[in-house]
Nanobody, 118 residues
Framework: QVQLVESGGGLVQPGGSLRLSCAAS????????MRWYRQAPGKQREWVAT???????NYVDSVKGRFTISRDNAKNIMYLQMNSLKYEDTAVYYC????????????WGQGTQVTVSS
């Protein structure tokens, strides 16, 4: 059984920084794409960033230059470094991974709250 567990959320002032982590555990053969999504109150879930197994990255325009996605393939951990946080970054952040455990399946974490407030 595979689990994704996020951590690192919290309350931060505008302009501040947070680093989110997403740890994958279980009988993992390989991890392909890993992504961060977020969902603000009253809004649909939004894709934030993707990192491929080889390290290629992509970001939604609203976070480019402020957020950095990375991963440690040896530890099966993905990170999201968030700098220059804005009020509109407030959301529950979810990690996603496409993982091979025998067959390839999609997995989601439970979410971690990020609140940007003065």
């Amino acid at each position: 059984q595979v689990q994704l567990v996020e951590s690192g959320g919290g309350l931060v002032q505008p302009g501040g920084s947070l680093r989110l982590s997403c740890a994958a555990s279980g009988s993992i053969f390989s991890i392909y794409d890993m992504r961060w999504y977020r969902q603000a109150p009253g809004k649909q879930r939004e894709w934030v960033a993707t990192i491929a197994s080889g390290g290629n990255t992509n970001y939604v325009d609203s976070v480019k230059g402020r957020f950095t996605i990375s991963r440690d393939n040896a530890k099966n951990i993905m990170y999201l470094q968030m700098n220059s946080l804005k009020y509109e970054d407030t959301a529950v952040y979810y990690c996603y991974a496409r993982i091979r455990v025998g067959v390839v399946s999609d997995y989601w974490g439970q979410g971690t709250q990020v609140t940007v407030s003065s």
